[in-house]
């Protein structure tokens, strides 16, 4: 079900009064909230790893491959180089200069 649907759901119940209505808010709650934590992790992990991306990048061009060898170690677990190049060409991308080629290359704005 769209988060919307269950949205709407809960506030057509909101002011019923019973145990069953309040059993079924609790339980559309519960799905709604569902993920909220590995977002927020996942954000968490994105910003750690940006303030090491962005200390590192300079004006000379790098690859993503290149820029990821350098700082494989560094970047925290569970940050992947697919999520370094997603980062740097679509969160990032307004504080990141692509210069274009057969492979692309980055450097700070």
């Given at each position: 079900m769209k988060k919307i649907t269950l949205n709407t759901i809960l506030s057509l119940i909101a002011n019923i009064d019973t145990p069953e209505a309040q059993e079924?808010?609790?339980?559309?709650?519960?799905?709604?909230?569902?993920?909220?934590?590995?977002?927020?992790m996942n954000?968490?992990?994105y910003d750690t790893a940006k303030g090491i991306v962005m200390n590192t990048l300079s004006e000379t061009p790098v690859t993503i491959g290149e820029l990821w060898d350098a700082l494989a170690d560094e970047l925290?677990?569970?940050?992947?180089?697919?999520?370094?190049?997603?980062a740097?060409?679509?969160l990032w991308a307004s504080e990141i200069t692509k210069i274009e080629g057969k492979v692309n290359s980055y450097c700070k704005a």
């Open positions: 079924v808010r609790d339980e559309i709650q519960v799905e709604l909230n569902k993920g909220a934590e590995a977002k927020a954000a968490e992990l925290p677990d569970g940050f992947t180089k697919g999520k370094l190049q997603y740097m060409t679509r």
